[in-house]
Nanobody
Framework: QVQLVQSGGGSVQAGGSLILSCVASGYTACMGWFRQASGKERERIATISRGGSTDYADGVKDRFTISRDNAKNAVYLQMSGLKPEDTAMYYC???????????????????WGQGTQVTVSS
């Protein structure tokens, strides 16, 4: 399993922006961002394949952008138009086994970052 180290996050007012970063220690096929709000299940925000194909959850596709830099083994999540309901612990994830489309289920990802809190106040 690759190791993932996250950075970024923090507190912001509604409508604000944040950028999350995640660096992997080795090769990854799919990378993704997930979040888990208090008392809720972990959910997929966005995924990106090594070739750059992206997929987003419906509630964020117009506000969040996932990108990756394969040379740096890094994935990023640019978040804008943040809402209080975006408050959660955010995790990056990676899988090294290739699939035609990056899966959305957290259980299909074998490597996880340490998590970073994002808090959006109204």
């Amino acid at each position: 399993q690759v190791q993932l180290v996250q950075s970024g996050g923090g507190s912001v007012q509604a409508g604000g922006s944040l950028i999350l970063s995640c660096v992997a220690s080795g090769y990854t096929a799919c990378m993704g961002w997930f979040r888990q709000a208090s008392g809720k299940e972990r959910e997929r925000i966005a995924t990106i394949s090594r070739g750059g194909s992206t997929d987003y959850a419906d509630g964020v596709k117009d506000r969040f952008t996932i990108s990756r830099d394969n040379a740096k083994n890094a994935v990023y999540l640019q978040m804008s138009g943040l809402k209080p309901e975006d408050t959660a612990m955010y995790y990056c994830a990676a899988r090294s086994v290739w699939m035609p489309n990056c899966p959305s289920s957290p259980s299909t990802y074998g490597s996880w970052g340490q998590g970073t809190q994002v808090t959006v106040s109204s």
